[in-house]
């Protein structure tokens, strides 16, 4: 089928950022009281937004989540983010495929706050695919693994959620696309994590960007 609409989640897919992000995260738990791992860190929040979790976090560091505390991982984690983030390989390539099959039925539908989204699709030289088309959980009446931010993208490009492919990496991302009755893809590159994105409801994996104009061509 030819998709109407193609939907990229934004953190693991399009930027490598999810490490930058959960280091920043676990060294202010380490600094509350909660001691993680790294694999602990990404296990527990990764594809997540941090507010979301904040009965989690106050009940394992016995403190409140503070409008400051936030602030100041914000801080912390955009100054990391702007020293360090590149592109996921081959994400370029995958967008300018996307764009192809679909012109402009593409978006950004991330679980994230919408400046770090515009901020480091502009860092990495994607923001020109995506202006005008960006939309974050955050806005909307509920969050990832809820369907509203795919719906809303859905919505806009003119496009029924049966039409759309989104692309994710996170259980909770696939579970998001999922639920907005789209096709999801699932860019694993590790195959450990296949499994549970499998049963997430990913319909494919794949392990590189670079295969998705391979995938979208075959389709």
């Given at each position: 089928?030819?998709f109407?609409?193609?939907?990229?989640?934004?953190?693991?897919v399009?930027v490598?950022?999810?490490?930058?992000?959960?280091?920043?995260?676990r060294?202010?738990?380490a600094e509350?009281g909660w001691?993680l791992?790294?694999?602990?860190?990404?296990?527990?929040?990764?594809?997540?937004a941090?507010?979301?979790?904040?009965?989690?976090i106050?009940?394992?560091?016995?403190r409140?989540?503070?409008?400051a505390?936030?602030?100041?991982?914000y801080t912390?984690?955009?100054?990391?983010?702007q020293?360090?983030?590149?592109?996921?390989?081959?994400a370029h390539?995958?967008v300018?495929a996307?764009?192809?099959?679909a012109g402009?039925?593409?978006?950004?539908?991330?679980?994230?706050?919408?400046?770090?989204?515009?901020?480091?699709?502009?860092q990495?030289?994607?923001?020109p695919?995506?202006d005008?088309?960006?939309?974050s959980?955050?806005?909307?009446?509920?969050?990832k693994p809820?369907?509203?931010?795919?719906?809303?993208?859905?919505?806009q490009?003119?496009a029924a959620?049966a039409h759309?492919l989104?692309i994710e990496d996170t259980t909770?991302?696939?579970a998001a696309g999922?639920?907005?009755?789209a096709?999801v893809?699932a860019y694993?590159?590790?195959?450990g994590?296949g499994?549970?994105?499998?049963q997430?409801?990913a319909?494919?994996?794949?392990?590189?960007?670079?295969?998705?104009?391979?995938?979208?061509?075959a389709?």
């Open positions: 089928m030819k109407e609409a193609i939907l990229f989640d934004c953190d693991g399009l490598d950022s999810e490490p930058i992000t959960n280091g920043v995260l060294e202010l738990l509350s001691t791992s790294p694999e602990e860190c990404m296990r527990v929040f990764v594809g997540k941090v507010r979301d979790e904040r009965v989690l106050e009940t394992n560091t016995g409140p989540l503070t409008e505390w936030m602030a100041e991982f912390r984690r955009n100054r990391e983010l020293a360090r983030l590149v592109a996921i390989a081959g390539e995958a300018a996307a764009h192809a099959h402009q039925g593409i978006a950004c539908a991330s679980g994230a706050d919408r400046f770090k989204v515009e901020m480091q699709l502009a990495v030289g994607l923001m695919w995506f005008g088309r960006i939309f959980g955050q806005e909307m009446p509920r969050s809820a369907p509203d931010v795919y719906l809303a993208a859905a919505a490009l003119g959620g759309c989104v909770t991302g696939v999922v639920a907005a009755g096709t893809w694993c590159p590790t195959p994590q499994p549970a994105l499998r997430a409801g319909s494919r994996l794949f392990g590189h960007m670079a295969e998705v104009p391979a995938l979208l061509a389709e």
